[in-house]
């Protein structure tokens, strides 16, 4: 049975960092694993996923954000900072069991996502 916990959020102030985790169970963490987040009133963004071969990150991310995984502990980790009030969102990892990250963040299998409020 796949699963997906993340944990690690919380409120911070502007400028302030973050690392966010994500526990899988279920699969192989070799698979592809993404970042997802959503922000009240907005869509679903993709913030990054990583892959085998590849990491990848959403523009309005990209250098202040960064993914990595721990094999042995079966996680994956976002660590944000610079963080922004416009970083408040519930962040979500999810991952279709696949090798190959899907840019259009359309996965399958997502984890119940944790709150990270920026706010001064």
């Known amino acids: 049975q796949v699963q997906l916990v993340e944990s690690g959020g919380g409120t911070v102030q502007p400028g302030g960092s973050l690392t966010l985790s994500c526990e899988a169970s279920?699969?192989?963490?070799?698979?592809?694993i993404a970042w997802i987040r959503q922000a009240p009133g907005k869509g679903r963004e993709g913030v990054g996923c990583?892959?085998?071969?590849?990491?990848y990150y959403a523009d309005s991310v990209k250098g202040r954000f960064t993914i990595s995984r721990d094999a042995a502990k079966n996680t994956v980790f976002l660590q944000m900072h610079s963080l922004k009030v416009e970083d408040t969102a519930v962040y979500h990892c999810?991952?279709?069991?696949?090798?190959?990250?899907?840019?259009?963040?359309?996965?399958?299998?997502w984890g119940q996502g944790t709150q990270v409020t920026v706010s001064s």
């Open positions: 999810a991952t279709d069991r696949t090798f190959n990250c899907d840019m259009d963040y359309d996965y399958d299998y």
């Open positions: 990583i892959s085998r071969s590849a990491t």
């Open positions: 279920g699969f192989m963490l070799t698979y592809a």
